[in-house]
């Protein structure tokens, strides 16, 4: 499998400038990408286009030469920067977590997630724990590319070897793909096979 | 006695004030019809311990009447207002969710509705439907929707354009299963505390309503009828026939509205600190 995006170019509005002009890009399964550029080259813009959040104003994502499919589960799956604005607040975390289709211990072993928070509500928990709670979930949907929107950022750096180990490892087990975008080159250069520097390319 | 903090308080207020509503309506409701019967050997007696509220101009005793006239009333506004919230929170997701002339024409409805006077609305569509019980409920309910429609309209738009929304439609959920299980849930306490201040002007307008005789038929006890019967015997002298309802309806129409505002205080979030 092969997830494209092809001379793609994006705008939020037709008065507002350009926030992406004529960008390609493509990732083989099993593939790890590091997606790198400061502030302002479009990261997360790509990264949701990337994963059906926005459809391009011009240019095409296609997954296996199709576009991504409109109903289902998406086989492309975005885990952004802010757990807890991705998370309904109203919501005990089990129901999070099965809003991905089923449960899986061994991610949730993998992950340290403890069966007692699954009973909370999100605001009981941190954000390094709802992160956590974020990457399981897009995980246990059976996603064959994850698109990791700076999942790290806001988290201390045990949190953050944490999260990538398992990550890494089910991705290795499975042979996803992953795009990880960050401002982290160190980071970059240590989870990926290939680095995609938008200021360059 | 332990000091209660502000929340316990609040919550005991609103659970007493509750106990007060809910015992007026059932008094209301298990009052017999001999109770406020006509006796002429009583009729026009100003207020005594035998007759609290006084007697009417054909010797019904007023506060009885009084009581089951609020029980009426009270009737009329919860299933005025629960009709009229239910129709807000159907058109105020119809119109975020729809396309956007749905949209447009909802909003414009709201105007249109709320640009003419609530009351005589209300006296023109309780007319057309025939008047009595089932007219004044269908005129009641079809005018008071509009500002809580536009409140909830408002929350989905806010809601639609939250992530988790965004990622629910990518892990393969519908539109239906998002609505009922992401939007619905939040919509609650906006549901009841527009319900619940609705009530004080339902009420309100039943009474007006009643009392011009466009509402209620008058052999009914009902407050706007005492009040209208009321008026004739005023210059009389038969000051009692018109203060003790008129105060008992503003005492349950603030006593509503003050358990609104509690009930905002304890389901808002943003209270909570308070």
Known sequence: MRLEAKNVSF??????????????????QGERVALFAPSGYGKTTLAMLLAGYLQPTAG??????????????????????????????????????????????????AFGIESAWLDRFPRELSGGELQRFCV???????????????????????????IWNVVLQ????????????????????RISTRVIDLTKA | MKKLNRRTKVLLLTAVMALVLIAVYAFGLLIPEEAYASSF?????????????????????LLMRTLKGLSVSMTVGLVASVISAVIAVLVGIAAATGSKYVDAFLNWLIDLVMGVPHTILVILISFAMGRGLKGLLIGIAATHW????????????QLRNQQYVAVSRRLGKSSGW???????????????????????????????????????????PAIGIILSESMRYLSAGMWWTAVFPGLLLVAIVLLVDRLGDHLRRILDPYSAQE
């Open chain 2, 146 to 157: 509009c500002s809580l429609a536009r409140l909830i309209r408002g929350e989905v738009l």
């Open chain 2, 178 to 220: 998002i609505l009922c299980n992401h939007l619905l849930p939040h919509l609650v306490p906006q549901f009841f505390v527009g319900l619940v201040l609705m009530f004080p002007h339902a009420i309100l307008h039943e009474a007006s309503v009643s009392f011009l005789g466009y509402g209620l038929p008058p052999e009914q």
């Open chain 2, 41 to 61: 050997l009583q009729a026009k007696q100003p207020p005594s311990f035998a007759h609290p509220f006084g007697t009417d101009s054909l010797g019904r005793d």
């Open chain 1, 11 to 28: 705008r939020y509005d037709r008065k507002q400038p350009y926030v992406l002009e004529n960008r390609s890009l493509a990732i083989e």
């Open chain 1, 60 to 109: 095409e994502i296609l997954l296996d030469g199709k576009p991504l499919p409109r109903k289902g589960v998406c086989p492309v799956q975005l885990i952004c920067q802010h757990p807890e604005t991705a998370i309904n607040p109203r919501w005990r975390l089990k129901k999070v977590l099965e809003e991905s289709g089923r449960l899986d211990e061994t991610i949730l072993r």
């Open chain 1, 136 to 162: 399981a979930r897009a995980l246990m949907s059976g996603a064959d590319f994850l698109i990791c929107d700076e999942i790290s950022t806001m988290l201390d750096v045990i949190t953050q070897a944490q």
């Open chain 1, 170 to 189: 089910e991705a290795e087990r499975r042979n996803m793909g992953i795009l990880a975008v960050t401002h982290n080159r160190h980071l970059a250069e």
